[in-house]
């Protein structure tokens, strides 16, 4: 199959979605298909600066990088407004207005994709949020080749999937990839067709995430061997629950002096807010963004995982601690309740009820057993089901479905 | 209509018995149908003779393809490749977890509801994909319903799409409906987690330099005889019962779950107890014919 991706960034660039389409592309390539990616050349969605060249081979995929405009005040200002008013009115006037103020606007990749879109058999298309999706689907479908996308819906917030063209994209691709069961029921309750989504998930290479022994790995990272550690892993934006975390910590650390919680990940204006008030307090270590290596590190040296988040499309960092054996603990909201077996492989807490969420720490550290078999459950699970080879099938399989439903329509047997 | 069968070999009894009965079915509605086999069969079923293949070369284009899948063989690889036509697992469940040929097709024919409930719930299949073949042995009812799928699933076509929703300019799409077509745990654990309705993160903040600090002490201090006396306590009331609400409705469904289990229960002990009546009703009859003979 020839197939080409579409997407906001991609790596070096770092996030989820960026890592989904990545390992996706390089995955298929190596099962003999040809794919091509085309994307930004930004590394950074706050200003899509240019950084990247325009073309490079990455493990067997042709990455071909557009010069994006660069998000500078004006375009922050047409989107703020733009968003303030659409949700308030609903007017499709506004739309263009958050269309250009949320880029990554690159009008070289619409006109490539405008003039070399038969060559593929298909397109896919990744991350509804963003510009490159809209103008992906109205290029690929005005030269009549076939349609995936995956949204990356998170359920909880609407820009994510609500705008009117985020939903005419939807609605008009030939399939869509969810993540988790609860965004395909989802997506079918705005009224897509049950026949046109599949429900896909994200994968991670669990070769690339040995096990090693706590110890090392707590010296590493400088937390002493014999305490209980918390990981809170990811961007510490509001909606991710850095906030929460830190509160639950606060409550149970005077009850228990060898409790730790390490923090890692990118911090924003937000959570440095958030600690400049809780400046020395004890137990409490803040790795910032940190390498792979320390990332790993950090995932072998917890005894729990903890994101507390109102607004996840997957949580791949679930993956990431159930496959060196470590329990987590999510918010109960749509996605992540699909994910976490409550009570199995980590639990569910009510979203943004601290309270909830120190008595299943408790739980946990009163039982370190417990975690324990939490841990290994969800190592088990991932093997199973959450490799990028298992995600890969899924999605070359749908791919085969789509080309061959396209061609039952197109033969003529079918009115 | 040309149909191809795969199969990894006819060792086993009851893929065996399957792949006989649907090659019957599929030669009696005038298809051409085809079975390949990696192998030679060494003994094969009579039924079958003139029909089986051992293919070296790519397969013949067929509008159906049939992959049988216990196991891994050298012919599922071509799963991979089948972009025309429309392609059938038929998933006999003895596979160990990993590789899912079920995932490449456009229907997939399982034997059990164990394996149906499997392949919808850890590997993510949609209901409308998978579909459960009545027993062998009411063979009419198996052929009738494979027939209908063979013949529903070539000429399946999803719904055209289009290209703006037909509320795009509607206001507010709700949230997913927690009654829709999620589990009820899910749908509860849903409207558990929306019950508290307060922005708690709210503050009230200005952008504007210098001034903006100001601004926001002014429209924090001007509202704030509004919020605190009035709106947050009857917001928290809100929250409060939205919660009594929440758990009432988990008691219910909790009740609900029980009765549904001993209605279970009740209907085992019923067929358990009209099969005890029958047999007695049998036992008896037999004794009374005896009698009767005795009499005779």
């Known amino acids: 199959m020839r197939v080409l991706h579409i997407t906001h960034q991609y790596p070096p660039a770092i996030g989820g979605s960026e890592k989904y389409i990545a390992d996706l592309s390089e995955e298929l390539a190596r099962r003999g298909h040809q794919v091509d990616v085309f994307t930004s050349r930004s590394l950074d969605y706050h200003t899509w600066r240019n950084e ?121 691709s030939d399939h869509v990839l969810a993540d988790t069961s609860a965004e395909r029921d989802f997506l079918m309750d705005l009224g897509l067709d049950g026949r046109r989504i599949t429900t896909g998930g994200t994968g991670l290479y669990p070769e690339n995430y040995p096990v090693q022994s706590p110890a090392q790995a707590r010296r590493q990272v400088g937390l002493p061997e014999d305490a209980f550690v918390l990981l809170f892993l990811g961007r510490k934006a509001d909606y991710k629950g850095f906030d929460l975390a830190l509160e639950a910590f606060k409550v149970l650390q005077p009850d228990h002096p060898f409790l730790y919680l390490a923090a890692v990940g990118p911090g924003t204006e937000f959570s440095e807010r958030l600690l400049a008030r809780n400046r020395g307090l004890p137990g409490f270590l803040d790795l910032g963004s940190v390498p792979d290596d320390v990332k790993l590190a950090a995932l072998n040296a917890c005894d729990c995982l903890l994101l507390p988040s109102s607004g996840e499309a997957f949580g791949i960092v679930f993956l990431e601690a159930w496959v060196v054996g470590k329990p987590v603990i999510g918010a109960r909201t749509l996605a992540v309740s699909t994910v976490i077996d409550h009570g199995q492989d980590g639990f569910l807490t009510i ?30 699970k991932v093997l199973d089901r959450y490799t990028v080879s298992r995600i890969t099938d899924i999605v070359e399989g749908t791919y085969l479905r789509v080309l061959r439903e396209r061609h039952r329509r197109q033969s003529g047997r079918v009115a | 209509m040309r149909i191809s069968m795969l199969a990894p070999n006819l060792q086993s009894a009851m893929i065996s018995r399957h792949i006989v009965a649907q090659m019957n079915l599929f030669r009696q509605r005038d298809d051409q149908v085809r079975l390949y086999l990696p192998a030679p069969p060494v003994d094969p079923p009579v039924e079958l003779a003139g029909l089986v293949f051992t293919p070296t070369e790519p397969l013949t284009p067929s509008e159906v393809y049939v992959f049988h899948y216990a196991g891994d063989y050298p012919l599922l690889a071509s799963i991979r490749e089948r972009d025309q036509g429309t392609v059938f697992v038929h998933d006999h469940g003895a596979a160990p977890k ?27 299949l949609p209901p409308e ?55 009820p745990a899910t749908s509860l654990s849903l409207v558990r987690s929306q019950a508290d309705v307060m922005l708690r993160d709210y503050t009230v903040r200005s952008r504007l330099p210098l001034v903006g600090g100001l601004i926001a002490w002014v429209r924090r201090n001007v509202t704030s005889h ?71």
Request: glycine share 6%.
């Open chain 1, 351 to 380: 979203p943004g009820d601290v309270n909830d969420l120190v008595a299943y720490l408790s739980c946990l550290l009163k039982d370190p057993a417990l975690a324990r078999r939490m841990g290994a459950q969800g190592r088990s």
């Open chain 2, 98 to 124: 990993g590789w899912l040929p079920a995932h490449y097709a456009d229907v997939c024919l399982v034997s059990s509801r164990e394996r149906r409930q499997e392949l919808m719930g850890f590997y993510g």
């Open chain 2, 129 to 183: 994909r998978v579909h459960l073949l009545p027993e062998l042995d009411q063979e009419a009812a198996y052929r009738a319903a494979l027939s209908e799928l063979v013949d529903q699933a070539v000429t399946d076509v999803w719904p055209p799409s289009v290209h703006r929703m037909k509320d795009v300019s509607t206001p507010a799409l709700a949230p997913a409906s927690p009654w829709g077509k999620t589990s």
């Open chain 2, 226 to 296: 509004l919020r605190e006396p009035y709106l947050d306590p009857t917001l928290e009331r809100q929250v409060a019962f939205n919660r009594t609400v929440v758990a009432w409705m988990e008691q219910v469904q909790a009740r609900l779950e029980e009765l549904e289990a001993q209605i279970g229960l009740l209907h085992s002990q019923a067929s358990v107890t009209a099969a005890d009546e029958t047999e007695e009703r049998q036992v008896h009859r037999s004794g009374s014919d005896e009698q009767v003979d005795d009499v005779g």
């Open chain 1, 52 to 172: 990247l060249g325009p073309y490079e081979v990455r493990n067997g995929v042709n990455v071909y990088r557009f010069q994006s405009i660069q998000r500078r005040a004006l375009y922050w200002w047409m989107l703020r407004f733009g968003a303030r008013r659409y949700w308030r009115t609903r007017a499709r006037r506004y739309e263009p207005l958050i269309f250009l103020g949320g880029g990554p606007l690159c009008p070289g990749m619409f006109w490539r994709i405008l003039t070399r879109a038969p060559r593929y058999d298909l397109i896919h298309l990744n991350c509804l949020v963003y510009a490159p999706v809209a103008y992906g689907f109205v290029a690929a479908r005005s030269r009549k080749v076939p349609v995936i996308v995956t949204p990356h819906a998170h359920t909880e917030q609407e820009v994510t999937y609500g705008i009117g063209y985020q939903r005419a994209v939807l609605q008009g």
